[in-house]
């Protein structure tokens, strides 16, 4: 412990905590040291300490530090102090933390993590330009399992977003040579609704969707990606976006955010302050990806599934022992990033095409249609062999794919191969007896659509077709020849 001296008599604000055994423990702060602040309230540091005199205090009270001991080795505490009209999200209250109103405004105690934050320029981030390639992607590896805790808690609690990622929002610390990553501020934190909500956060991290109340994991996948172009060199992410800020000082705060999400982050200096980084492939793969998480349109931006694929193959790629191991991460990451170079390259194909069914099926959902579609077309025409579970899930999808956008109106890329007169109805029915029912799709009642759908003449849906027709017939064989052996 040690005793705070001085002659001069300096004013404390005490706050007593009361713990769940009764007892209570006391934190005092001048809020001379400010940790930082935002749109909801200001954060302090203050300290534990003891009282000299006799421990009567249950309510937040002035005090002279004359009149404490702080305790020297205990943890210290953040402090918010919350701006008129301001309170906690009830997330917040549930996570260790202690609330007071002083003089009407909330006051809140809650752990304080140290560590260092994301500047937006590099120049303001030592600890970031001497980070090695494999400890930023660990750092980013551990953001976005972060992310993925939030978004899918389970039983935890329910499924939230952060709401408000900026770098201020991070903070990273050394522990025992390994860096450890923290997401801070949950007063933005909101459930994940189909349901418009208060739109709020940082206006540069904001989602093009977010002004309309639209919360998802794509939107807090948006907001990080800045952060990630920093981790990876970027010299400052906002460079244009700033710019246009400052150009434009009357722009209502919607139309900042329209154009923002139009500009785009900066990729300048990506990779360059690293002194050992990946090969080129690596480092386009990457780079591309980041382009996709922050697209504007949140239908065109990676899946949070496919980030989180991403991520943890190139941070295994970084400890690969072998050149086959650094194949198969190589593989998954082109996947992940509906890169198609793989499709034509010999030896990763039939990489994976000698995977596991998992590990098929789980790379196939990641893919886009059009990736999909390419392996569907190179299995038929090249005669390539897919396991039988994967090569199902593989036609499901493409189904799926195909019946939705016929049900709407198909967008341009898919104008090419919307010719026969199959409609989505009839789709959504094959997609049933294929998933459900395949003896529906051989009855009598069903003529019609059955031959409606094999009568089908347009290339590409008529080999999809096909195929499930064909593996539904083979589906049969083998469940006849099953009743068979058990009669």
């Known amino acids: 412990m040690v005793e705070v001296t001085g002659t001069k008599e300096v004013a404390l604000i005490l706050f007593p905590v009361k713990q769940r055994d ?23 540091k ?51 933390t202690a609330l007071f109103t002083i003089d009407d405004r909330a006051v809140l105690i809650m752990p304080l993590i140290d560590g260092f934050d994301i ?54 610390r050394m522990v025992n040579e390994k860096f450890e990553v923290f997401y801070l501020d949950d007063d933005y934190y909101k ?47 906002f460079t244009k976006i700033f710019k246009f800020r400052d150009d434009h000082p009357l722009m209502d705060k919607e139309d900042l955010v329209r154009h923002f ?63 086959k191991e650094a194949e198969y991460y190589h593989l998954r990451l082109a996947i992940a990033a509906n890169d198609t170079s793989w499709l ?24 886009n249609f059009q990736v999909r579609m390419q392996l569907f077309h190179q299995i038929t025409q090249l005669s390539l062999s897919l396991k039988s579970v994967s090569y199902q899930q593989l036609l499901k999808t493409l ?19 919307f010719k026969s007169k199959v409609t989505g109805k009839e789709l959504t029915w094959l997609l049933y007896c294929f998933e459900h029912d395949s003896a529906e799709f051989f009855s009598p009642h069903a003529a019609k659509f059955r031959k409606t759908l094999q009568a089908c003449n347009d290339k590409e849906i008529g080999s999809l077709i096909f195929g499930v027709i064909e593996t539904m017939q083979k589906n049969a064989l083998e469940s006849q020849k099953v009743t068979s052996a058990l009669s």
């Open 22 to 44: 009764g007892k209570i423990i006391y934190y005092c702060s001048d809020f001379s040291e400010d940790l930082g602040s935002g749109n909801a309230g200001d954060v302090y």
């Open 46 to 96: 203050g300290y534990r300490c003891d009282l000299k005199g006799p421990n009567g205090f249950l309510q937040p009270c002035e005090i002279n530090k004359s009149a404490i001991v702080i305790a020297e080795n205990a943890p210290s505490v953040a402090i918010k102090v919350y701006k008129n009209g301001q309170i906690p999200s009830l997330y917040r209250l549930t996570r260790g």
């Open 119 to 172: 500047k937006p320029d590099i120049e303001e981030n030592p600890q970031i330009k001497n980070m090695t390639f494999f400890q930023a992607v660990d750092v980013v590896w551990q953001l976005v399992i972060g992310l993925n805790q939030l978004h899918y808690r389970n039983s935890s609690g329910p499924p939230v977003v952060h709401g408000d990622i900026n770098g201020a929002n991070v903070k990273i």
């Open 191 to 237: 459930p994940i609704l189909p349901i418009p909500q208060i739109p709020q956060g940082t206006l540069e991290h904001l989602a093009l969707e977010v002004l309309d109340g639209y919360y998802s994991e794509a939107s807090d996948f948006y907001a990080l990606t800045p952060l990630l172009y920093s981790l990876f060199g970027a010299r400052n992410p």
């Open 261 to 323: 999400t139009a500009i785009g982050f900066c990729s300048e200096g990506l990779f360059q302050h690293f002194k050992i980084k990946p090969n080129d492939a690596i480092c386009d793969l990457l780079e591309q990806f980041l382009k996709r998480m922050s697209a504007r349109e949140k239908e065109q931006r990676a899946s949070s599934g496919a980030i989180l694929e991403f991520f943890t193959a190139l941070r295994q790629w970084c400890l690969h022992e072998n050149p």
């Open 344 to 367: 034509t390259n010999h030896e990763q194909r039939n990489l994976f095409f000698s995977l596991e069914d998992n590990i098929q099926e789980r790379l196939i959902h990641l893919m």
């Open 399 to 417: 189904l799926l794919d195909i019946a939705r956008q016929r049900q709407a109106n198909p967008p341009s890329c898919f104008s090419s191969i």
